[in-house]
């Protein structure tokens, strides 16, 4: 069975700087899809970035990019230029082709500070 | 246009009581997804839907929890004889078509309290 394992429970970060929040997963498919989604203070759960597993290139969304380490198992999410609104809970999800389900680690809280 | 709508947005249930979770998918998009998402957690995989067809219902806890989606768009989760584990915040998403890697559009939930 897959997993998502997220070690930073919480992380805090000063607006314009950059902060970096860690995910590694565990499976034995080759073909599968990694997603970082944001869920802000009593909103509803959006989609940040998602890298397919086989390009090789790092996906990149404007100020977020991910480190894909396919070998490694990690797929990091950077955010430059923090800003107040990237305060949210992120959570790190993946998604084989072999299942319907998508699985999510237990998520970090990011606090950007003024 | 409209984005995944859930009803009602909480719920406060009495131990041995039947709920009803709503869901209304973006329209048109043909997969529909339940999670479930206890308090400091990430969501749970409950229930997958392609059209009316219910693909996968592995994730559902237990015999009391039943999801349908029987037009193939509004879906509901009903859950039996709730318990105080039951208590969560029950999610919907949706996507554009079939399996594989998506974009999933989540609505705001549906928070589950049973005392």
């Known amino acids: 069975a897959q997993t998502v394992t997220q070690s930073q429970p919480e992380m805090s970060v000063q607006e314009a700087e950059t902060v970096t929040l860690s995910c590694t997963y565990d499976?034995?498919?080759?073909?599968?899809?990694l997603f970082w989604y944001k869920q802000p203070p009593s909103r509803q759960m959006i989609l940040v970035i998602r890298?397919?597993?086989?390009?090789?290139q790092n996906a990149t969304e404007n100020r977020f990019s991910v480190n894909f380490q396919k070998a490694a198992k990690s797929f990091s999410l950077k955010i430059s230029d923090s800003q107040l609104g990237d305060t949210a809970m992120y959570f790190c999800?993946?998604?084989?082709?072999?299942?319907?389900?998508?699985?999510f680690g237990a998520g970090t809280r990011l606090t950007v500070k003024p | 246009g409209a984005g995944v709508s859930q009803s009602p947005r909480y719920k406060v249930a009495k131990r041995g009581q039947d709920v009803a979770l709503r869901c209304d998918p973006i329209?048109?998009?043909?997969?529909l997804f339940w999670y479930q998402q206890a308090l400091g957690q990430g969501p749970e995989f409950l229930t997958y839907?392609?059209?009316?067809?219910?693909?996968?219902k592995s994730g559902l806890p237990s015999d009391r929890f039943f999801a349908e989606r029987p037009e193939g768009s509004v879906s509901t989760l009903k859950i039996q004889r709730t318990q105080q584990e039951d208590s969560a915040v029950y999610l919907c998403?949706?996507?554009?078509?079939?399996?594989?890697?998506?974009?999933?559009?989540f609505g705001p939930g549906t928070r589950l309290l049973v005392l």
């Open positions: 999800a993946f998604y084989s082709y072999n299942n319907n389900d998508m699985r």
């Open positions: 998403a949706s996507s554009l078509v079939g399996r594989g890697g998506e974009t999933q559009y």
């Open positions: 499976t034995s498919e080759n073909n599968y899809y």
């Open positions: 329209s048109g998009h043909v997969s």
């Open positions: 890298q397919e597993a086989y390009k090789q």
């Open positions: 839907f392609q059209n009316e067809a219910q693909l996968d």
